[in-house]
């Protein structure tokens, strides 16, 4: 267990909805990354926070936005869903946001878009 | 722009055979390269990665610049090596991974 928390497990939705992901980072770490994972694109980095600031943008789509708290949890918000956003949603974090730092994975959150 | 490829989907080998998983990159920088591996229903962890220089489950990964390439070795393929394997790149100064399609690993008794 890498101390990373998704929540929820799994969510099923319907197209044009939004949807609300969240994760809590390991305790002490600061950066929190997302990242997209789906049969056809493989995974892709979306996104990092660094203590509450956006530090890189990867693939993320402007549907898609994401913020991290005080408390250092991120929510990953994705809106106007389709069905090709169906797929596995990760989230890491990592001590700093520097080039040695190890990031450690949640379990993901499964969407699933009908 | 950075890629990292991985040319074989799925790879099987038998029980104490060795493996090799490879891995291509394109990065005009100095990169930093990394394994990931997710075993079956767990989540994505780091295996290994290059400034380290260790042994981890009996896999090693050297960089080779010259050929680009930073392909996952081990000697003896074990069953609980079955897992997906990804190869990730990281810029010089950035956070942003970009990581290769996959492999899958099969060792079969």
């Known amino acids: 267990d890498s101390g990373v928390t998704q929540t929820p497990k799994h969510l099923i939705t319907a197209t044009g909805q939004r949807?609300?992901?969240?994760?809590s980072p390991r305790s002490g770490d600061l950066s929190v990354y997302w990242y997209q994972q789906s049969l056809d694109q493989g995974l892709q980095f979306l996104i990092q926070y660094y203590n509450g600031e956006e530090r890189a943008k990867g693939n993320i789509l402007e549907r898609f936005s994401a913020q991290q708290f005080p408390d250092l949890h991120s929510e990953l918000n994705l809106s106007s869903l389709e069905l090709g956003d169906s797929a596995l949603y990760f989230c890491a974090s990592s001590v700093g946001g520097g080039q040695i730092d190890t990031q450690y994975f949640g379990p993901g959150t499964r969407l699933t878009v009908l | 722009a950075q890629r990292v490829t991985q040319p074989e989907k799925l790879l099987s080998v038998f029980k104490g055979a060795p493996v090799e998983l490879k891995c291509n990159y394109s990065y005009s920088g100095s990169p930093e390269l990394f394994w990931y591996v997710q075993y079956s229903r767990q989540r994505l962890q780091l295996l290994l990665r290059h400034i380290s220089r260790e042994s981890i489950k009996?896999?090693?990964?050297?960089?080779?610049?010259?050929?680009?390439?930073?392909h996952l070795k081990k000697p003896f393929a074990q069953e609980e090596d079955s897992a997906m394997y990804y190869c990730a790149l990281r810029r010089t100064y950035g956070q942003n991974f970009v990581f290769g399609p996959g492999t899958r690993l099969s060792v079969l008794p």
């Open chain 2, 58 to 70: 009996g896999f090693t990964a050297d960089l080779n610049k010259g050929e680009t390439s930073f």
């Open chain 1, 19 to 23: 949807v609300t992901l969240r994760c």
